[in-house]
């Protein structure tokens, strides 16, 4: 039953006694299983004078009857409005401290916060979808409403007792701006307040700008049983749905960010089913600025699964960042417009290090704030993680207790200091080189689009798309890439993950290409696509670049836009000249780029190259609403594949390439 966007008019209807979820909600009481109480009485009671103050300068009915609802059903011993200020926010930070959510490491600012042995990723299985009757939703994990609502329900019954409950509001994208989409996230997790004031724009006063309005993102998360570190122990009983009719998150038994957190990857799930309806689209993006010649900065938006390179290139030493995660991207008059919908980082820690990231690693080795997670610390109080350079402590203590050097696991292996999704959480202000546009309104005009995944044998470093729907189709939707830590279960395992954004969308995948496809109908000039890839090996299996060399491929991308380079013309799209990337690897790098490693790594490796044009087909076949242009473009592409090979073999160096050799 939808009860959004009701008034309090007259008097109070006597409560039926069913479940609210299958009868219509009189305006002033509320309740779970049939239990209802009187949403005044029990906001005063609960929240004390000073909050329920708080509450009431919002003037939302539709709040305070939800708000109700769960305090009634979760039962806190007391509720925190969480305002904009910052003695709010101090108090969060204390209180998390207070509660041992999170332990001060010796570092001035930095604490550490850990989640269960089975809770250091998002966990797929038990993320569903709540399913109106009668509605499907294919390939996607789903379970009825009802049933749902009352396993979770269930679930939340008396879960905050002894506990307070903490509601906090956020603004999704720059306040005050046509991509800001408000949020209010209730929680008795002091940590995941902690990290949501990190991550995302401040969003109390915001909500008045809602005069009443139900039209906001809504999160209810337990954090449940709990063992003696505090951490959710019950991980056979986490449970994490998503109402797309209501806009609603729930979660619990479970702290990891990714999984409570709720305005990030939960709430992309809504907002990519709201921008469907709406006409823009919502994208597991980063966004950076990125320098050319003469003080130009070109803005960059790029889509990578977990684990592959995104927070690193958006961090690249020389260019400016305005967001590693999300993005939101609008058309106006007639130009692509695109923001960053956080303000923070929840950034994976494995492998950064002074070489490869020096202006993360700067942030995360001197005073100031920071949230670690689930890494290790060692006898002196200090952070430690997996690829971070130093020679390894005598001892120290992870999410799994204490650690030494010596620890080997049930089959003998030596155990890692810590867990591979470690986490770091900083807000992006802090960062010398944060863009000057993060804040604007307006977002930022993105003249390239970036699509890259862990692909160790295909496709090559850079490459740029004809135009649009050919970047749409050959680049963002059959985007691959093995399995990472990111998420619970098996890592190495090589899936198709369209547009970086597999995980996330919450609407049939056929419709969502065609919604990119159509997105740029009317802009003049649309964004450039390219695919870029970090983790091509040669065909031996030996690595073929540096985690560095990224910036160059970047730089070649900022000046192809412009018109500043040439290109060859390949098959599946245009690759640098061999002249330019050697300047560019001098300039850059300080480095020589020799003609053999180019040769290597711009070789055209056509059955490669097919066989993913074939698990493109293959997958998108089966998928409702894929437009038939997409598959014209992939059998086109298919085409010119064959052709290629006809005359010149499987593998072919870039000297051979001759676009006669293909086009018919
Ligand atoms: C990712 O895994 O892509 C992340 C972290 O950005 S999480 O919040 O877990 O999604
Ligand atoms: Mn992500």
Same mark, same amino acid.
């Given at each position: 039953m939808n009860h959004r966007g009701r008034e309090k008019t007259g008097e109070p209807k006597k409560p039926a006694g069913k479940p609210l979820e299958?009868?219509?909600?009189?305006?002033?009481?509320?309740?779970?299983?049939?239990?209802?109480?009187?949403?005044?009485?029990?906001?005063?009671?609960?929240?004390?004078?000073?909050?329920?103050?708080?509450?009431?300068?919002?003037?939302?009915?539709?709040?305070?009857?939800?708000?109700?609802?769960?305090?009634?059903?979760? @039962?806190?011993?007391?509720?925190?409005? %969480?305002?904009?200020?910052?003695?709010?926010?101090?108090?969060?930070?204390?209180?998390?401290?207070?509660?041992?959510?999170?332990? !001060?490491?010796?570092?001035?600012?930095?604490? $550490?916060?850990?989640?269960?042995?089975?809770?250091?990723?998002?966990?797929?299985?038990?993320?569903?979808?709540?399913?109106?009757?009668?509605?499907?939703?294919? =390939?996607?994990?789903?379970?009825?409403?009802?049933?749902?609502?009352?396993?979770?329900?269930?679930?939340?019954?008396? #879960?905050?007792?002894?506990?307070?409950?903490?509601?906090?509001?956020?603004?999704?994208?720059?306040?005050?701006s046509r991509f800001a989409i408000p949020g209010v996230e209730i929680t008795d997790s002091w940590y995941v307040v902690d990290s949501v004031k990190y991550l995302y724009r401040e969003g109390y006063e915001q909500f008045k700008s809602l005069k009443g309005s139900g039209d906001f993102f809504k999160v209810v998360h337990c954090t449940g049983?709990? @063992?003696?570190?505090? %951490?959710?122990?019950? !991980? +056979?009983?986490?449970?994490?749905?998503? +109402?797309? @009719?209501?806009?609603?998150?729930?979660?619990?038994?479970?702290?990891?960010?990714? @999984?409570?957190?709720?305005?990030?990857?939960?709430?992309?799930?809504?907002?990519?089913?709201?921008?469907?309806?709406?006409?823009?689209?919502?994208?597991?993006?980063?966004?950076?600025?990125?320098?050319?010649?003469?003080?130009?900065?070109?803005?960059?938006?790029? #889509?990578?699964?977990?684990? %592959?390179?995104?927070?690193?290139?958006?961090? $690249?030493?020389?260019?400016?960042?305005?967001? +590693?995660?999300?993005?939101?991207?609008?058309?106006? =008059?007639?130009?692509?417009?695109?923001?960053?919908?956080?303000?923070?980082?929840?950034?994976v820690i494995k492998d950064v290090n002074p070489n490869d990231d020096p202006l993360i690693w700067k942030l995360l080795t001197e005073e100031g704030d920071v949230i670690f997670s689930n890494v290790a610390v060692d006898a002196q109080n200090l952070p430690r993680w997996l690829g971070d350079k130093r020679p390894l402590p005598a001892k120290a203590s992870n999410h799994l207790g204490a650690w030494t050097p010596e620890d080997t696991d049930a089959e003998g292996k030596k155990r890692p200091i810590c867990h591979q999704n470690a986490r770091y959480t900083v807000e992006l202000h802090r960062l010398g080189n944060v863009d000057s546009e993060l804040e604007n309104p307006n977002g930022v005009e993105p003249k390239v689009i970036l699509y890259g995944g862990r692909d160790e044998d295909t496709t090559v470093p850079v490459e740029q798309a004809f135009d649009w729907a050919h970047?749409? #189709?050959?680049?963002? #939707?059959?985007v691959e890439s093995v399995t990472t830590a990111a998420i619970v279960g098996q890592a190495g395992v090589r899936v198709m993950d369209p547009f970086a954004n597999k995980d996330f969308i919450s609407i049939p995948i056929g419709r969502y290409v065609g919604n990119h496809l159509k997105f740029v109908k009317g802009v003049a000039k649309p964004p450039q696509i390219f695919s870029v890839n970090y983790f091509l090996k040669s065909r031996g299996g030996e690595d073929l670049t540096d985690k560095t060399d990224k910036k160059v491929w970047l730089k070649w991308a900022e000046l192809r836009v412009h018109g500043d380079v040439g290109a060859l013309e390949t098959p599946t799209g %245009?690759?640098?000249?061999?002249?330019?990337?050697?300047?560019?690897?001098?300039?850059?790098?300080?480095?020589?780029?020799?003609?053999?490693?180019? +040769?290597?790594?711009?070789?055209?490796?056509? !059955?490669?190259?097919?066989?993913?044009?074939?698990?493109?087909?293959?997958?998108?076949?089966?998928?409702?609403?894929?437009?038939?242009?997409?598959?014209?473009?992939?059998?086109?592409?298919?085409?010119?594949?064959?052709?290629l090979k006809a005359k010149k073999g499987d593998y072919v160096i870039p000297d051979e390439l001759h676009s006669a050799d293909w086009k018919q």
């Open positions: 299958s009868q219509g909600q009189p305006p002033d009481v509320v309740g779970i299983g049939g239990k209802m109480v009187s949403v005044d009485k029990m906001l005063r009671e609960k929240l004390g004078d000073s909050n329920y103050e708080k509450l009431k300068a919002l003037k939302n009915a539709v709040l305070e009857n939800w708000l109700a609802k769960y305090i009634a059903h979760c @039962n806190p011993d007391s509720v925190f409005i %969480c305002g904009d200020s910052k003695e709010d926010r101090e108090h969060v930070r204390r209180m998390a401290l207070e509660k041992k959510e999170e332990t !001060p490491l010796a570092t001035k600012g930095h604490t $550490i916060h850990y989640d269960g042995v089975q809770d250091q990723g998002r966990d797929k299985e038990v993320t569903k979808y709540l399913l109106a009757e009668g509605v499907e939703m294919k =390939g996607l994990n789903t379970i009825g409403k009802k049933e749902g609502l009352e396993e979770m329900h269930g679930l939340m019954k008396d #879960a905050m007792k002894g506990r307070t409950m903490i509601v906090s509001f956020a603004n999704l994208g720059p306040t005050n049983e709990v @063992n003696e570190r505090g %951490c959710s122990s019950s !991980p +056979d009983k986490k449970r994490i749905y998503m +109402d797309l @009719n209501d806009n609603t998150v729930y979660s619990v038994n479970t702290q990891y960010a990714g @999984n409570t957190v709720a305005f990030k990857k939960l709430s992309l799930r809504l907002a990519i089913s709201k921008a469907s309806k709406e006409g823009w689209l919502a994208e597991h993006m980063l966004v950076m600025g990125v320098k050319g010649p003469g003080g130009r900065k070109t803005y960059f938006l790029g #889509a990578f699964p977990s684990f %592959c390179g995104k927070t690193s290139t958006a961090m $690249i030493p020389g260019e400016s960042i305005l967001g +590693d995660d999300l993005a939101y991207l609008k058309v106006v =008059g007639g130009r692509v417009m695109a923001a960053n919908v956080e303000k923070g980082i929840f950034g970047g749409v #189709a050959t680049k963002g #939707a059959i %245009c690759i640098p000249k061999y002249e330019d990337l050697k300047r560019l690897f001098k300039e850059n790098l300080g480095k020589d780029f020799s003609k053999e490693k180019y +040769d290597e790594l711009f070789t055209v490796r056509i !059955p490669e190259l097919l066989a993913k044009l074939d698990r493109g087909v293959k997958m998108f076949k089966e998928l409702p609403e894929t437009p038939k242009e997409f598959f014209e473009l992939l059998e086109e592409q298919r085409q010119k594949l064959e052709r």
